[in-house]
């Protein structure tokens, strides 16, 4: 049996890696922590910005409503505070299935 590395799970990403992984600008992430309550990451003495896990998902939740969606700020903090939980089920069910769907597509060019 081959020898699998364990895959290393961070506790905190730094405001850089959440910007990649969104694809968005750090001064957007900014923007929307100073607007939306649900985003409250660690800061150490010098002010560096770290995300949990939590956040992520939750700035997720905000590009899904505010960039897909094209909602207002108003609108997606409104629907954040009303719905939250059926949001970020809907949204987690709309992200796996997006995922199954690139890894049937691969699998579909893999066979060509």
Request: aromatic share 10%.
């Amino acid at each position: 049996m081959p020898y699998k590395e364990k895959k290393i799970e961070k506790y905190y990403y730094s405001i850089g890696e959440v910007a990649d992984m969104l694809g968005v600008n750090t001064s957007l992430i900014r923007f929307w922590e100073k607007n939306f309550d649900i985003i409250n990451p660690h800061k150490n003495k010098k002010g560096n910005r770290y995300f949990t896990k939590k956040d992520i998902e939750n700035l997720k939740l905000i590009y899904h409503l505010v960039k897909e969606q094209g909602m207002t700020l108003d609108g997606a903090r409104k629907k954040l505070a009303a719905q939250k939980e059926d949001l970020a089920e809907n949204f987690n069910l709309v992200e796996s299935l997006t995922k199954i769907r690139e890894m049937l597509v691969e699998i579909r060019d893999m066979l060509d």
